[in-house]
């Protein structure tokens, strides 16, 4: 079964950093494409950033572009979002999504983790 | 950025109603359109994709139509385990949007 287990979540004080781990098992990570969606506390879903299966394609939304950088290691089956400057609009759960296997296709989140949560406050 | 627009956003229904979800998109998006299920404090759950498929496991009283700008999510026959909230989302055009949710209550 597919598991992805986030971790790294925490409070942070604003202007601060944290990194966002997700771990991947039971299946070929390093053949799909990974999303970061958040949810604030009582609120919708938001697209955080996307990245390709080999790193070459990376997307961000506009209200993280600049401060939160995602990457990949296909060797460890790990996804990261390395958070920056983080702001109090930044505090949400976050998850790992994969996305669809679909050849020229991106965008539909077939697998999720649990999620971690963010919280940005002094 | 495409403006994903989900009514109602709250429905209150009985076990064993049919229940109707409605998403505009701001632009054609085509068939570019997933539905979630989300219960509380879960991750959301992929329920239909490309507007009308059925992701695999998932019950057949769950059904989704619509093309372009205009979409539709259906339960046929409401079970307990369905009280959740709902998402649409488009894949058309970066950034991926979602609609606001239409939190599915027992009557």
């Known amino acids: 079964e597919v598991q992805l287990v986030e971790s790294g979540g925490g409070l942070v004080q604003p202007g601060g950093s944290l990194r966002l781990s997700c771990a991947a098992s039971?299946?070929?990570?390093?053949?799909?494409?990974f999303n970061w969606v958040r949810q604030a506390p009582g609120k919708g879903l938001e697209w955080v950033s996307y990245?390709?299966?080999?790193?070459?394609?990376?997307y961000y939304a506009d209200s993280v572009k600049g401060r939160f950088t995602i990457s990949r290691d296909n060797a460890k089956n790990s996804l990261y979002l390395q958070m920056n400057n983080l702001r109090a609009e930044d505090t949400a759960v976050y998850y790992c999504a994969r996305d669809t296997p679909r050849i020229a296709v991106a965008g539909c989140f077939h697998y999720w983790g649990q999620g971690v949560l963010v919280i940005v406050s002094s | 950025d495409i403006q994903m627009t989900q009514s109602p956003s709250s429905l209150s229904a009985s076990v064993g109603d049919r229940v109707t979800i409605t998403c505009q998109a701001s632009q054609d998006i085509s068939n570019y359109l997933n539905w979630y299920q989300q219960k509380s404090g879960k991750a959301p759950k992929l329920l239909i994709y490309d507007a009308s498929n059925l992701e695999i496991g998932v019950p057949s009283r769950f059904s989704g139509s619509g093309f372009g700008t205009d979409f539709t999510f259906t339960i046929s026959s409401l079970q307990p385990e369905d009280f959740a909230t709902y998402y649409c989302q488009q894949y058309d055009n970066l950034p991926y949007t979602f609609g606001q949710g239409t939190k599915l209550e027992i009557k």
């Open positions: 990245i390709s299966s080999n790193s070459n394609d990376i």
């Open positions: 039971e299946f070929a990570f390093s053949g799909y494409a």
